[in-house]
Structure formats: C-alpha cells, structure tokens
C-alpha cells in the first residue's frame, strides 16, 4: 500500500489494487524523480539499498537532474547510471 500522502507521486494508478512490491522499478522511479524526503523516507523502508541502486543503474526515464542526484548519493558512477549514458 501506498501512503495517502505520497499519493499525488502516483496519480495514473489505481492504488485501491496497487502493490509496489510487485512494480519496484516504477515505484522507485516515480518516488526518486517526484518524491520529497517523507517519500524517500518510505522507499528506503519498501525497498533494499540495492534494490533503488538496481533501478538507478538501469532506469532510463530518470531526468539527468535526478539521475546526477541520486547517483551522488548512492556514491554510483555516473557512468553506470542508465539516465546518464549515451541513448539515456
């Protein structure tokens, strides 16, 4: 389940059914280029460190903006992050 307040990140799906669980690379995506720090806060308690630095590595949709962010945080290579590459 999704958090009332994190709702506005997932405004094109119908979160009455909605398991992040089973959508992680969409779900990481939207809270890594939407969230605030209560978003933040709530993937890492959903998802593993290594599961957030899986779909940076291999997320495309991420803004260059968010991708060069999160790959400072997660210490990343911006040469590993998909968003970053040549074709992201």
Do not use: Q
């Not at 799906?13 to 280029?33: G, H, K, Q, W």
């Not at 978003?39 to 991420?62: D, P």
Request: proline residues 5%; negative net charge.
């Amino acid at each position: 389940m999704i958090p009332s307040d994190l709702h506005s990140l997932f405004w094109d799906t119908n979160l009455d059914a909605f398991m992040p669980e089973s959508y992680p690379d969409y779900t990481i995506l939207r809270v890594l280029e939407l969230g605030d720090e209560t978003a933040v806060a709530w993937l890492r308690e959903k998802f593993s460190e290594a599961e957030i630095r899986r779909v940076l590595k291999a997320e495309r949709r991420l803004s260059e903006k968010s991708a060069t962010f999160w790959a400072l945080v997660y210490g990343i290579p911006f040469r590993e992050v998909a968003a970053l590459t040549n074709g992201g």
